[in-house]
């Protein structure tokens, strides 16, 4: 069974822009959480997606949006970029049951310059 | 606020001696508390996890102990190796969803 992807692996974009990252669950799985990564924050949970519907969400500026489409891929979307949002943005897959396990993806570093 | 505050911030260990991370939890509310291992360049990945109707729970060479009262939690790794050599990340929640709060880290290096 593929494991969760995230593409791109790396995005360099400058200040004011916006992004756009995917990720391809693991098939079966119904539910695509999205975390971000920093050195100085730790991990902390952005939202939760289940069958196309944002089911959690985090303490983050609505800058940062996700959706979900019918095949369970799911994307996250940040606005005006800023400095600060340079991390490791990661995915994880679950089947969505409760305390099922997190697969999580390798991420996408993004770079804000 | 951080509401998992997990300790030490790194950790070296001799080859087949024991590593312990310990971490802290606020809310009482949080019934599940899940280890991850993260390698270099990748995502974390789950070592094992436990609820809190149990006190200790083990998985090879993983045991994590639960303290309910002290709302403190540690995983043990026994007979470490270099190839345990990661950042480990203890976690809570509740409810059973997957909004995780993660602890900051314990890096640890297996000495060879």
């Known amino acids: 069974k593929a494991g969760v992807t995230q593409t791109p692996r790396y995005l360099i974009k400058t200040r004011g822009q916006q992004v756009t990252l995917s990720c391809s669950p693991i098939?079966?799985?119904?539910?695509v959480s999205w975390y971000q990564q920093t050195p100085g924050q730790g991990l902390q949970f952005l939202f939760e997606?289940?069958?196309?519907?944002?089911?959690n969400k985090g303490n983050f500026p609505g800058r940062f949006s996700g959706r979900q489409f019918s095949n369970s891929r799911s994307e996250m979307n940040v606005s005006t970029l800023e400095l600060g949002d340079s991390a490791l943005y990661l995915c994880?897959?679950?089947?969505?049951?409760?305390?099922?396990?997190?697969?999580f993806g390798s991420g996408t570093q993004l770079s804000v310059l | 606020q951080q509401q998992v505050k997990q300790s030490p911030q790194s950790l070296i260990v001799q080859k087949g001696g024991i590593s312990i991370i310990n971490c802290a939890y606020e809310?009482?509310?949080?019934?599940?508390f899940p280890w991850y291992q993260q390698f270099p360049g990748k995502g974390p990945a789950l070592l094992i996890a436990?609820?809190?109707?149990?006190s200790e729970k083990k998985e090879g060479r993983f045991t994590i102990s639960f303290n309910k009262s002290a709302k403190q939690f540690s995983l043990h790794i026994m007979d470490s190796q270099p190839g345990d050599s990661a950042t480990y990340f203890c976690?809570?929640?509740?409810?059973?969803?997957?909004?995780?709060?993660f602890g900051a880290g314990t890096r640890l290096t297996v000495k060879p």
């Open positions: 997606y289940f069958s196309e519907t944002q089911r």
């Open positions: 098939s079966g799985h119904r539910s």
């Open positions: 809310n009482t509310a949080f019934d599940y």
């Open positions: 976690a809570a929640s509740k409810g059973g969803n997957n909004d995780m709060r």
């Open positions: 436990i609820r809190p109707d149990v």
């Open positions: 994880a897959s679950s089947s969505g049951q409760p305390n099922e396990k997190l697969f």
